[in-house]
């Protein structure tokens, strides 16, 4: 399974803009780059997917270089509530392998007031 | 919510014993994925269930099974419990069984203390 590379955390200010960034030099042709976040005490959150373009959603934007070796996860203006470990995974596509999200560590995200 | 249920949501039980954890999916998806997180392993992936069929397996122990039933709902069997398998287990869910980007929706977890 491909790896991916993330800083152990981060800090921002509340209603800041937050870049996480994400390196996965060894991605394949068939990897979606996935981004879920963990909120204490709760299960893992589905936040946002991408192939080889930009995506936005409700919860934030993702950016991915060129050569899609590195991406990163945008959250336009951060709330208390965003204060999470972020997780950036690599999850195959190809229907043989099944759906697994292979997590790593994550980066913990911490917002100041 | 994620719509994805889980039961029971604490478990305390002694070495040696055997526990069963229960999981209802979302309406109307079809995969099933059990993860089991840790202290020192971080969350990790152990099976996946589609439609009733084991579809992927990740580092799950010979003593731990899991089977999807005809109404979809999984459960997982832990046996031959030992202290290193207190940990959080995580159920999630999800449409399809694989191909494509497919999202999945976990549930709260059961946390299993084994002592």
């Known amino acids: 399974d491909a790896k991916t590379t993330q800083p152990n955390s981060m800090e921002s200010n509340e209603e800041e803009p937050v870049h996480l960034p994400c390196n996965h030099s060894t991605i394949s042709g068939t990897d979606y780059i996935h981004w879920y976040r963990q909120l204490p005490s709760q299960g893992p959150e589905y936040v946002i997917h991408g192939l080889t373009s930009n995506v936005n959603n409700r919860m934030a934007s993702l950016a991915i270089a060129e050569d899609r070796k590195s991406s990163t996860l945008i959250l336009h203006r951060a709330t208390l509530r965003d204060a999470a470990v972020y997780y950036c995974i690599l999850r195959d596509g190809r229907r043989n392998q099944g759906g697994k999200l292979i997590f790593g560590q994550g980066t913990e ?5 | 919510d994620s719509g994805v249920t889980q039961t029971p949501k604490h478990l ?3 070495t040696g014993q055997r526990v069963t954890l229960r999981c209802s999916p979302r309406s ?3 995969s099933v994925y059990w993860y089991q997180q840790s202290l020192d392993q971080g969350l990790q992936f152990l099976i996946q269930y589609y439609n009733g069929e084991e579809r992927a397996k990740g580092n799950i122990l010979e003593r731990f099974s899991a089977q999807q039933f ?3 709902h999984s459960e997982l069997n832990l046996s031959s419990l030992e202290l290193g398998d207190s940990a959080l287990y995580f159920c999630a869910s999800s449409v399809g069984g694989g191909g494509g980007p497919g999202e999945q929706y976990f549930g709260p977890g059961t946390r299993l203390t084994v002592t």
Do not use: E, Y
């Open chain 2, 12 to 14: 305390i039980t002694a």
């Open chain 1, 109 to 113: 995200l911490s917002v100041k007031p």
């Open chain 2, 28 to 30: 109307g998806d079809l």
């Open chain 2, 70 to 72: 005809p109404d979809l």
